[in-house]
Nanobody, 124 residues
């Protein structure tokens, strides 16, 4: 059974940092593409970043490029999202996801498995 579980969210002041984790079971992270998404209240789900299984290439939304970094640790079967220089507009529930086609996409449509999410709140 495939499961993704996020952790690492919390309340942080503007300019602060967090490391979000996506622990995967039932699949090996080395052989799958993983995407990170976020959804703020009243807004549509937004693709933040993804990492490709094919070549470890990474992709970022313009709004987070230079502040967020996606990576994976094969030994822990976990994908991380380091989020730095957080802004109030980064406040959202952050979720990770994967898909059968192993697409690395910031569009949520291709993704088949989702974690429940972790809340990130940026406020002074």
């Amino acid at each position: 059974q495939v499961q993704l579980v996020e952790s690492g969210g919390g309340l942080v002041q503007p300019g602060g940092s967090l490391r979000l984790s996506c622990a995967v079971s039932g699949l090996i992270v080395e052989y799958i593409s993983i995407g990170w998404f976020r959804q703020a209240p009243g807004k549509e789900r937004e693709g933040v970043s993804c990492i490709s299984m094919l070549d470890d290439s990474t992709h970022y939304a313009d709004s987070v490029r230079g502040r967020f970094t996606i990576s994976r640790v094969r030994a822990k079967n976990t994908v991380y999202l380091q989020v730095n220089d957080l802004k109030p507009e980064d406040t959202a529930i952050y979720s990770c996801a994967t898909n059968f086609g192993n697409y690395c996409s910031l569009n949520p449509a291709p993704y088949d498995y989702w974690g429940p999410g972790t809340q990130v709140t940026v406020s002074s």
